[in-house]
C-alpha cells in the first residue's frame, strides 16, 4: 500500500508526534509501536485509537482499511472496562 503520514496526540499530556507509517499497520500494531518507543506506557487494558473529530478506529483493521488519511490526528486513548458490571458487583 502506502506511508501516511498522521500525528498522534498523547491520551494524558496531549503531546503530538508526527510520524510517517505503513498503512497496512493494523491499530494494534501501532499501539504495540507507541508503547516500543515510550511515547504510551504499557497498560493491560490497552488503547484505542480514535481520529480526532471522527471516528474510533478498529484496532484488528489497518489504517488503510480505516480510512486513515494523511495529516490525520489519531487520539490515543486508554481502554477500561468502566461502567461495565461483573457478576461480583451485580446485586442480587
Do not use: C
Not at 494524558?12 to 499497520?25: F, H, L, P, W, Y
Not at 504495540?32 to 497498560?43: G, H, K, Q, R, Y
Amino acid at each position: 500500500m502506502a506511508d501516511v503520514n498522521v500525528n498522534f496526540m498523547h491520551p494524558t499530556d496531549g503531546r503530538v508526534i508526527s510520524v510517517t507509517i505503513e498503512d497496512t499497520m493494523t491499530g494494534q500494531e501501532v499501539v504495540a509501536e507507541l508503547i516500543a518507543n515510550d511515547f504510551v506506557p504499557a497498560s493491560g487494558d490497552g488503547y484505542n485509537l480514535a481520529i480526532k473529530g471522527g471516528a474510533q478506529l478498529d484496532n484488528a483493521r489497518t489504517l488503510f482499511q480505516n480510512a486513515v488519511k494523511d495529516n490525520d490526528t489519531i487520539r490515543v486513548i486508554p481502554a477500561t472496562d468502566a461502567g461495565q458490571l461483573n457478576s461480583s458487583n451485580q446485586s442480587v
